[in-house]
């Protein structure tokens, strides 16, 4: 997982709610319900970014609306490309676009690693 100030406020709440000394009668529910509010948020990414549609990069997930495949850059980054670097080449891209991406790939890694390993297979 990758830490983010959203991923940050939810284990703090998740401490608190944990915490003896914490009012359980007043402040319990208003962390709770902040907790999943934080918690749809931080689904954002990869959930709206990241696209697989038959037909366009081969079937294979790419970057919203692009022909930018998720596979292509984490070979880049694999290789030692830095973000700022990828974002100067891809300048339509934007740092939570990567965000999404690392993500997806950690969450599909042998998907991706397939796809580097035949990228013209479709």
């Not at 509010?37 to 549609?53: C, G, H, L, S, Y």
């Not at 290789?79 to 934007?94: A, C, D, I, K, V």
């Amino acid at each position: 997982m990758f830490w983010t100030p959203k991923n940050r406020q939810v284990l703090l709440a998740v401490k608190l709610m944990n915490d003896p000394l914490l009012d359980t009668i007043q402040e319990k529910p208003r962390l709770f319900n902040q907790i999943e509010a934080v918690k749809k948020e931080a689904t954002f990414p990869v959930d709206n970014v990241i696209q697989r549609t038959h037909g366009v990069c081969g079937g294979n997930a790419r970057v919203r609306n692009t022909r930018i495949p998720v596979w292509t850059l984490v070979a880049f980054r694999q290789e030692g490309m830095t973000e700022e670097e990828l974002l100067y080449n891809y300048p339509s891209l934007t740092p939570s676009d990567f965000e999404a991406t690392w993500a997806y790939y950690q969450a599909h890694q042998s998907e991706i690693d397939q796809a580097m390993a035949d990228p013209d297979e479709d």
